[in-house]
């Protein structure tokens, strides 16, 4: 049997298609493995390079291949499945991963260590509560105004529904409602220690990390340290392809040579480029706003949520810059 060069192996929960050539390009194996078995396989084999896309579980494949002194790179799905040639099956999806990764143009997906992760499964975390409280808060605000009982808008009000359910000189509310809102209430409480109590753990694990004392902001610190992947591997994005993979940049719709630029394309870790825009939007209310002669002149300009992305766009490449160098962010300076 001729020497593997090259497997495209395409993941699953249970079943794993492989593809694999030599170096001339001919196919060698094309065979299904299941689960208990890829690691025993791949074990036989001399070392390769493996591709694979970027999707769920992929990370952790990649280093227990790795681990076997395999080349393990990790594939964007959309750039691989331009190599299918005709219809989708597991097998195809493997010649296409296997075609696509030995591309010279290919861009691949920094692989993630155990910590990056578990760092982004807190983050993970933190946003579904966050979604559930937000849940709560408006059913909550949704079912009290029904009775005619309204406060403002914002968390900082609810308190105020809190204290009126608890009231006992409160009978606007029918009694049959009134326990299961209290229900809901304690939820909230709830989600809110949670939330605190994952906001600390953030920040506890972080004062490890060098990136944290460059940054004002601990929850962005932790963000752009596990999205931006290992610094010492090669391939490491500019700072401007970093605020483009996070999609704060015009999504290009040219041709003919006349370029016409649309609204950001939103690519990229939406979680990441949520927490820029609402930081940016702090920072148009502030007093900065006024005193920075660059957002001066882009707000006269532009709309205020146009100027939030721009602001948004800046930040993400001040932040990669902080963490590429490992300096300190000096507010001193207010560059235009």
């Given amino acids: 049997m001729r020497e593997v060069s090259t497997i495209g192996l ?28 890829v690691v025993v396989y791949f074990a036989q084999l001399p070392p ?3 591709g694979m896309e970027a999707c769920g579980t992929a990370h952790y494949w990649a280093r227990e291949l790795g681990k076997l002194g395999h080349r393990v790179k990790l594939i964007p799905p959309a750039y691989a499945k331009a190599y299918v040639r005709r219809n989708k099956n ?34 993970k975390v933190r946003e579904m509560l966050m979604k559930q409280r937000t849940m709560l808060i408006n059913a909550l605000r949704g079912l009290m105004a029904e009775f ?26 029918p009694a049959l409602l009134k326990d299961e809102l209290r229900r809901m209430a304690e ?31 601990r929850l962005w610190a932790d963000s752009v340290e596990r999205h ?17 993979s996070l999609g704060l940049v015009p999504r290009q719709d040219s041709t003919g040579g006349k370029v016409k630029l649309r609204p950001i394309s939103k690519r990229g870790n939406g979680y990441l480029r949520r927490l820029l825009v609402n930081g940016a939007m702090s920072v148009l209310n502030s007093k900065r706003a006024k005193q920075d002669p660059w957002l001066v002149k882009l707000l006269a300009n532009k709309e205020r949520k146009v100027a939030a992305v721009a602001l948004a766009n800046k930040m993400a490449r001040v932040g990669w810059a902080l963490m590429m160098r490992q300096e300190d962010f000096r507010t001193t300076s207010v560059a235009g």
């Fill in 48 to 50: 390769c390079l493996i």
């Fill in 187 to 217: 939820m909230l409480r709830g989600l809110e220690r949670q939330l605190q109590g994952i906001d600390k753990q953030i920040v506890d694990w972080g004062r490890g990390i060098t990136t944290y004392r460059h940054h004002r902001s």
């Fill in 228 to 244: 931006g992947g290992n610094r010492g591997q090669p391939g490491g994005l500019p700072q401007r392809a970093f605020s483009a």
């Fill in 148 to 173: 005619g009982i309204v406060v403002g808008a914002g968390t900082r009000h609810v308190g105020e529904l809190t204290a009126i359910l608890v009231d006992p000189e409160e009978h606007r509310i």
């Fill in 10 to 37: 395409d993941l699953a929960k249970n079943v794993f298609q492989v593809h694999g050539v030599d170096a001339a390009g001919e196919t060698v194996v094309r065979r299904v493995l299941r689960r208990a078995r």
């Fill in 90 to 123: 597991d097998a195809a999806d493997a010649a296409a991963i296997c075609e696509a990764v030995s591309r010279p143009s290919m861009r691949f997906v920094e692989i993630k260590s155990e910590a990056q992760q578990a760092a982004a499964g807190i983050h």
